[in-house]
């Protein structure tokens, strides 16, 4: 079993940090999409989450780059749009449908002073707004399907992931609009100062209030994911679970993910202030990055039935048959 081992961890230190980045910045970039268009649904004044929408593009961009990336060649990926049955597939055209779709709305908010000649194709927009819906709450599901659907590590193969890495999402993109609202190019659309102000005040305290009801969703979430893992019958992922809860990653979890990353900045959006503004979403990022390390990282494999036995029977490398045979001479 130590020769499946070694292998596993040489192969984890290559692979870990580009699929946990891609998981994050492309649930971060659905959900500022899914968010930033439901707001728009509501309010019609997207130009104050416009920025973000533009950042929700670069994320999605560098998450493809990093999926390319850990695939290996270039080449590789290609040939997935070719499979009619691979996952991945579906996950490619949905960061590309969406990168299209968010690129487009945010047009439709440049400065008036530009005078853009496709400023009055107003159903372009409206069409964008809808398929930033559709594609980001896809593109939030699918990372956690993504992991969810290998059977062969049980610790991901449950229902509870996609539901856990959705709600995680949302909570970070919201986070991230509430500190990007009213930046540029917002401010040119609404010359008076005290209205413009009026309105980024209120979708940043709809952003918070959101964000604390998320908050809350995702710590019960995520406790009965890790707590049912625990009680599961299946002894890998409950191996797994006992780690989070009381083993190695015991401290990440209790007091970076759960704590840090979930409890501090709730109680800092209760409080409000500078505190709830910058700090608190700042965390809430910062536990959503841990979130998707944590998890990737615990990739532990069922083994197959009789693989422990195979690999018990081979050498360990100093048997005295293996030793070369030196001449007496």
Same mark, same amino acid.
Request: net charge neutral; hydrophobic share 55%; glycine share 10%.
């Given at each position: ?57 670069? +994320? ?80 939030? *599901? ?49 010359? *008076? ?19 604390? *009801? ?9 406790? *009965? ?27 990440? +979890? ?38 998707? +390390? ?36």
């Amino acid at each position: 079993m130590s020769h499946a081992m070694d292998n596993n961890k040489l192969e984890k230190h290559y692979w870990i940090w580009p699929i946990a980045w891609y998981l994050f910045l492309g649930g971060l970039g659905g959900g500022i999409l899914f968010a930033a268009g439901v707001m728009e649904l509501l309010f019609h004044q997207g130009y104050v989450l416009a920025l973000g929408v533009l950042a929700a593009v670069v +994320f999605l961009g560098v998450g493809s780059f990093l999926l390319v990336f850990e695939l290996g060649q270039p080449t590789v990926f290609l040939r997935v749009f070719l499979s009619g049955t691979a996952i991945i597939k579906y996950g490619a055209c949905l960061l590309i449908l969406a990168m299209v779709a968010g690129l487009l709305w945010f047009l439709f908010y440049l400065p008036p002073d530009w005078n853009l000649f496709w400023y009055g194709w107003t159903w372009i927009r409206e069409v964008c707004m809808v398929c930033m819906i559709i594609f980001g709450l896809g593109i939030m *599901v699918y990372t956690g399907v993504l992991l969810s659907t290998m059977k062969s590590k049980p610790f991901w193969n449950t229902p509870a992931l996609p539901v856990l890495f959705t709600v995680s999402a949302l909570s970070t993109a919201t986070a991230f609009l509430a500190m990007s609202a009213g930046i540029w190019p917002a401010a040119t659309f609404v010359p *008076v100062f005290e209205l413009f102000n009026h309105q980024v005040t209120h979708h940043v305290e709809i952003l918070h209030l959101c964000d604390r *009801v998320l908050i809350i969703a995702e710590i019960v979430i995520l406790l *009965v994911y890790v707590i049912g893992t625990y009680a599961s019958g299946n002894t890998t992922a409950k191996a797994v679970a006992k780690e989070w809860i009381s083993g190695s990653k015991a401290v990440l +979890f209790w007091a970076g993910m759960l704590c840090i990353g979930l409890i501090v900045p709730f109680l800092l959006y209760q409080m409000g202030g500078a505190a709830g503004a910058f700090v608190a979403p700042v965390l809430v990022l910062a536990g959503g990055v841990l979130l998707r +390390f944590m998890v990737v990282y615990s990739d532990k494999r069922r083994p197959i039935p009789g693989e422990e036995r195979f690999y018990a029977r081979l050498p360990k490398g100093d048997e005295d048959f293996l030793k070369p045979w030196k001449a007496p001479y």
